[in-house]
């Protein structure tokens, strides 16, 4: 029974839907260290299984909805920073607490490669998986407050570059303003 949780609940959050599969994962771990291994790999297969369903959701689904609303110039942009860091960008979202699904569901819309995507999923999700349970295993209950410190300086890093990356943009904006005026 613990297995099939994690494995849903991991099939779920990397498809559609941002679950805390960790929770289970930790849970499980603590309360069953026997199983710590299986239910790390139990993660990482359904992990990979769901993708593709995020990634069809993406291509399929929001492409089109999307490409319909986004001006071309910053379409064409946007592609290119996804082909370029697109799966450097999968594999960091696997290892951090940021909804999983629109990593995936983001690779889908502007296509790219269905294989890199699942390898960085395999990646991202197998070393943060892998790494929780072998500090679990090792260190026990101290090792949540680490997790958990983790987590918060994740959620400080993302903060941290989404202000950057708002305030880059303001500017941009702000110039191709003053220059369309003058």
């Not at 986004?70 to 920073?81: A, F, M, N, Y």
């Not at 490669?113 to 390898?119: E, G, I, R, Y």
């Not at 903060?159 to 943009?169: E, I, Q, S």
Request: charged share 15%; hydrophobic share 55%.
């Amino acid at each position: 029974m613990r297995i099939l949780s994690i494995v849903g609940t991991a099939a779920a959050d990397a498809s559609v839907l941002p679950v805390p599969v960790e929770l289970l994962l930790i849970g499980w771990t603590l309360s069953r260290p026997h199983l710590g291994w299986w239910l790390a790999a139990a993660y990482l297969a359904a992990s990979v299984s769901g993708a593709p369903i995020g990634y069809a959701v993406g291509r399929r689904g929001v492409a089109t909805f999307l490409q319909k609303r986004i001006p071309p110039d910053r379409w064409t942009k946007v592609e290119g920073w996804v082909q370029r860091y697109g799966a450097f960008g999968i594999t960091f979202g696997g290892l951090t607490a940021l909804p999983y699904p629109a990593f995936v569901i983001t690779a889908g819309v502007f296509q790219m490669s269905l294989w890199k995507v699942l390898l960085a999923v395999a990646i991202g999700r197998g070393a943060k998986g892998f790494l929780s349970v072998a500090l679990l295993l090792r260190f026990g209950r101290p090792a949540l407050l680490w997790l958990e410190e983790l987590g918060i300086v994740t959620v400080i890093v993302f903060a941290a570059v989404a202000v950057f990356v708002w305030l880059w943009w303001r500017n941009a904006r702000t110039a191709r303003i003053s220059l369309r005026s003058d």
